[in-house]
Nanobody
């Protein structure tokens, strides 16, 4: 049974940077063949897709394009989310998700494995 564990959240001032990590374990097959994504959620709102990567190709939500970068280290089975120029509206719990989806998608309903989440707080 696969497991995803996020780390790297914290508090930062607006304009600052954070890097989130998501370590995958227990999955059969290469992470390169999995769709890996980052989502975020604020209490009372729906979970929002932030960035996704599949077979080396990435895609971003318009709200983070140009500021966030998703990457992966196949040897370490780890996916990263580099977040620059952070804004207060980026404050949320960030989740890592995976699935054997054979494409890039930011629809949370298509993912079957989720991490526990990590809090990101951006102050103005």
């Amino acid at each position: 049974q696969g497991q995803l564990v996020e780390s790297g959240g914290g508090s930062v001032q607006a304009g600052g940077s954070l890097r989130l990590s998501c370590a995958a374990s227990g999955f059969r097959g290469s992470m390169y063949s999995m769709t890996m994504a980052w989502f975020r959620q604020v209490p009372g709102k729906e979970r929002e897709g932030v960035a996704v990567i599949y077979s080396g190709s990435d895609r971003y939500a318009d709200s983070v394009k140009g500021r966030f970068t998703i990457s992966q280290d196949i040897a370490k089975n780890t996916v990263y989310l580099q977040m620059n120029s952070l804004k207060p509206e980026d404050t949320a719990i960030y989740y890592c998700a995976s699935g054997w989806l054979l494409r890039r998608t930011l629809n949370p309903q298509e993912f079957d494995h989720w991490g526990q989440g990590t809090q990101v707080t951006v102050s103005s």
